[in-house]
């Protein structure tokens, strides 16, 4: 029996669970008072409509009634298979997900610095992080690459010494208060995330003092006290786990900080570790990115171009595009590139080589400029911004910001000052059309919630609703009259029943059912008309709550019966039925 197949996907909430293996959520016992409402639903006292009829009857492969009028009492039996089954599930189940569309029209489930399962500063490092991240779903991961040490030639007070060596004794001190518990808000953390003037240059090669054993490179956060691992490991990991819950492309985000033997190195682990899932050269230039279906079970390495590579692809552009992007730029588009010319002179970036370059076929990183500028007409590129930088560019050119990730891939990651892992609102991105938008899967909040929403039973990937996905000539799921760039835009009402609750779990430290009053907060998430306005941006960095919720009455205890109370949203207009979410 191989390794890979004793390995299931994960349960646990998050990227969404396979669908494949949807089967898992189950009950396995229901409580008196959520009885009490399957009998009165049985017996016809509180008959269900039709939705939730044909639905049951599926379920048992019978006819459904014509109308409610012919509502007759249930069997309660196989209303109990029916309620203890998947098939239960409040999750809407994903439509069935057409793959035939070039990847750039796909949301796809995606993790940032994948390495970590603790906060940014001094979080713990393992290939563990990797293996729960694919099982739950996600496929498109994170690794920050440095240059590897020979340990064995280190010992003692130069360990000490060298157990960071990017990381000046300052920032090191100061960490370390920041470890013992001193309290600080995470804004005023940006100071000790980023390198020190004199520190800029990035850590020197660790290269082996004999012939008989060599340094290999290791995956960490740069400038923290974060731990560390080792790449070829991370590699064995992803191979191992990468397709068990999916078998739908993985994308690799790779971010280089070593030299070039390391990066040799690199490319000789990926290739003898990772063989056929590795994507084939291809034998011309690449003018439409391929389909997710075409790209079943690969490995899709993201990674910046070689300086050779990103001139060729730039040359091989149309004329007109290049001096249409290249021409008079406007203030906005000035302001922005003034800033990110700033941002590059802050630390010396790595020069990729050649063959590691080579491995980028489909995904290459290019340094974000302008939209403006020629490598954003490469069919390839990708562009990678934090948070706020997208919502500065989403200020300045909102409509052109939309249309480039219609065509083209694009990567959102949070921001520097959250270290504490906390999470973006993904939603706000996905509108503004972001196809990998990068959460932090160790914290389960608002932003995993929704990413749940998102890609339960997605496997992964999924299509963009109408107007936000590339233009084909001609789309069989839409009628031929309505242009395939229109967004469909729809009325929204809701109605939620709130019967009973059972097994819900007493507050940490807290041991008296008697003082516990659980209630249900309903938040749903939705983009209005006025939201989309250029001036509008993701909550200052902030989790964005719902702007309509609603909280039920307290009930008691943890088996808590809210008696059948109504929560209704009514009337909500210009809403993009795809991007709405009920958390």
Same mark, same amino acid.
């Given at each position: 029996?191989?390794?890979?197949?004793?390995?299931?996907?994960?349960?646990?909430?998050?990227?969404?669970?396979?669908?494949?293996?949807?089967?898992?959520?189950?009950?396995?016992?229901?409580?008196?008072?959520?009885?009490? &409402?399957?009998?009165?639903?049985?017996?016809?006292?509180?008959?269900?409509?039709?939705?939730?009829?044909? %639905?049951?009857?599926?379920?048992?492969?019978?006819?459904?009634? %014509?109308?409610?009028?012919?509502?007759?009492?249930?069997?309660?039996?196989?209303?109990?298979?029916?309620?203890?089954?998947?098939?239960?599930?409040?999750?809407? #189940?994903?439509?069935?997900? @057409?793959?035939?569309?070039?990847?750039?029209?796909?949301?796809?489930?995606?993790?940032?610095?994948?390495?970590?399962?603790?906060?940014?500063?001094?979080?713990?490092?393992?290939?563990?992080?990797?293996?729960?991240?694919?099982?739950?779903?996600?496929?498109?991961?994170?690794?920050?690459?440095?240059?590897?040490?020979?340990?064995?030639?280190?010992?003692?007070?130069?360990?000490?010494?060298?157990? =960071?060596?990017?990381?000046?004794?300052?920032?090191?001190?100061?960490?370390?208060?920041?470890?013992?518990?001193?309290?600080?808000?995470?804004? @005023?953390?940006?100071?000790?995330?980023?390198?020190?003037? @004199?520190?800029?240059? $990035?850590?020197?090669?660790?290269?082996?003092?004999?012939?008989?054993?060599?340094?290999?490179?290791?995956?960490?956060?740069?400038?923290?006290?974060?731990?560390?691992?080792?790449?070829?490991?991370?590699?064995?990991?992803? =191979?191992?786990?990468?397709?068990?819950?999916?078998?739908?492309?993985?994308?690799?985000?790779?971010?280089? !900080?070593?030299?070039?033997?390391?990066?040799?190195?690199?490319? %000789?682990?990926?290739?003898?570790?990772?063989?056929?899932?590795?994507?084939?050269?291809?034998?011309?230039?690449?003018?439409?990115?391929?389909?997710? =279906?075409?790209?079943?079970?690969?490995?899709?390495? +993201?990674?910046?171009?070689?300086?050779?590579?990103?001139?060729?692809?730039?040359?091989?552009?149309?004329?007109?595009?290049?001096?249409?992007?290249?021409?008079?730029?406007?203030?906005?588009?000035?302001?922005?590139?003034?800033?990110?010319?700033?941002?590059?002179?802050?630390?010396? +970036?790595?020069?990729?080589?050649?063959?590691?370059?080579?491995?980028?076929?489909?995904?290459?990183?290019?340094?974000?400029?302008?939209?403006?500028?020629?490598?954003?007409?490469?069919?390839?590129?990708?562009?990678?911004?934090?948070?706020?930088?997208?919502?500065?560019?989403?200020?300045?050119?909102?409509?052109?910001?939309?249309?480039?990730?219609?065509?083209?891939?694009?990567?959102?990651?949070?921001?520097?000052?959250?270290?504490?892992?906390?999470?973006?609102?993904?939603?706000?991105?996905?509108? =503004?059309?972001?196809?990998?938008?990068?959460?932090?899967?160790?914290?389960?909040?608002?932003? $995993? $919630?929704?990413?749940?929403?998102?890609?339960?039973?997605? @496997?992964?990937?999924?299509?963009?609703?109408?107007?936000?996905?590339?233009?084909?000539?001609?789309?069989?799921?839409?009628?031929?009259?309505?242009?395939?760039?229109?967004?469909?835009?729809?009325?929204?009402?809701?109605?939620?029943?709130?019967?009973?609750?059972?097994?819900?779990?007493?507050?940490?430290?807290?041991?008296?059912?008697?003082?516990?009053?659980? &209630?249900?907060?309903?938040?749903?998430?939705?983009?209005?008309?006025?939201?989309?306005?250029?001036?509008?941006? #993701?909550?200052?960095?902030?989790?964005?709550?719902?702007? !309509?919720?609603?909280?039920?009455?307290?009930?008691?205890?943890?088996?808590?019966?809210?008696?059948?109370?109504?929560?209704?949203?009514?009337?909500?207009?210009?809403?993009?039925?795809?991007?709405?979410?009920?958390?």
């Amino acid at each position: 029996m191989s390794v890979t197949s004793l390995i299931v996907p994960q349960k646990q909430a998050g990227g969404g669970q396979p669908s494949s293996h949807q089967s898992m959520n189950t009950v396995s016992n229901i409580s008196a008072s959520v009885l009490s &409402y399957l009998k009165a639903i049985a017996d016809g006292r509180r008959p269900l409509d039709a939705d939730q009829l044909s %639905e049951f009857n599926i379920f048992h492969s019978a006819q459904t009634p %014509e109308s409610t009028k012919d509502y007759c009492k249930l069997d309660l039996r196989k209303l109990l298979q029916y309620m203890t089954s998947s098939e239960s599930n409040a999750m809407r #189940p994903h439509e069935e997900n @057409d793959l035939s569309h070039p990847i750039s029209s796909y949301f796809i489930s995606s993790s940032h610095n994948t390495y970590l399962s603790g906060n940014q500063l001094y979080g713990d490092a393992s290939t563990e992080a990797y293996r729960n991240v694919l099982l739950r779903g996600c496929r498109c991961i994170e690794i920050d690459v440095w240059d590897g040490e020979q340990k064995n030639s280190i010992t003692g007070e130069e360990a000490n010494r060298h157990f =960071r060596p990017h990381v000046p004794h300052s920032i090191s001190a100061r960490l370390s208060r920041h470890h013992q518990g001193e309290e600080r808000e995470e804004q @005023d953390l940006q100071e000790i995330i980023e390198p020190a003037e @004199d520190s800029r240059m $990035m850590p020197t090669p660790w290269l082996s003092t004999t012939k008989s054993t060599r340094a290999e490179p290791r995956v960490l956060h740069g400038h923290t006290m974060t731990k560390e691992i080792s790449f070829r490991a991370v590699c064995c990991t992803i =191979r191992d786990s990468g397709f068990i819950a999916s078998d739908l492309p993985l994308i690799v985000s790779l971010e280089i !900080h070593c030299c070039a033997d390391q990066q040799e190195i690199m490319v %000789e682990i990926m290739k003898e570790t990772w063989k056929e899932m590795l994507v084939e050269p291809l034998e011309a230039e690449c003018k439409v990115l391929p389909s997710p =279906r075409a790209l079943r079970g690969k490995i899709l390495v +993201k990674v910046k171009g070689a300086a050779a590579s990103v001139a060729a692809k730039v040359a091989s552009l149309p004329t007109m595009q290049k001096v249409q992007s290249v021409s008079s730029p406007s203030e906005s588009e000035d302001e922005i590139s003034s800033s990110t010319s700033k941002e590059q002179t802050k630390s010396k +970036k790595k020069t990729i080589i050649q063959a590691l370059s080579n491995l980028g076929i489909y995904t290459h990183s290019y340094h974000f400029k302008t939209l403006s500028a020629p490598e954003a007409e490469v069919p390839t590129h990708v562009f990678s911004l934090s948070e706020r930088k997208l919502a500065d560019v989403h200020k300045s050119q909102a409509s052109r910001l939309f249309s480039h990730n219609r065509e083209f891939l694009m990567r959102v990651f949070p921001s520097g000052t959250r270290v504490s892992s906390s999470n973006l609102d993904p939603a706000w991105f996905w509108r =503004r059309g972001v196809q990998m938008v990068a959460l932090n899967w160790q914290s389960w909040d608002a932003g $995993m $919630m929704l990413n749940e929403g998102m890609f339960g039973g997605g @496997d992964g990937w999924v299509v963009k609703p109408q107007g936000y996905r590339r233009s084909t000539s001609f789309d069989q799921t839409q009628i031929k009259s309505i242009s395939q760039n229109t967004i469909l835009y729809k009325t929204f009402d809701l109605c939620i029943e709130i019967l009973s609750a059972q097994d819900l779990p007493l507050p940490q430290g807290d041991n008296r059912r008697s003082g516990f009053h659980p &209630y249900v907060k309903c938040e749903l998430h939705v983009e209005e008309a006025v939201d989309r306005s250029p001036t509008t941006s #993701p909550n200052n960095g902030k989790n964005q709550d719902g702007k !309509h919720k609603i909280i039920t009455k307290p009930g008691r205890g943890s088996e808590a019966n809210f008696g059948g109370e109504v929560i209704q949203f009514c009337g909500i207009t210009g809403v993009v039925e795809e991007l709405s979410f009920l958390r």
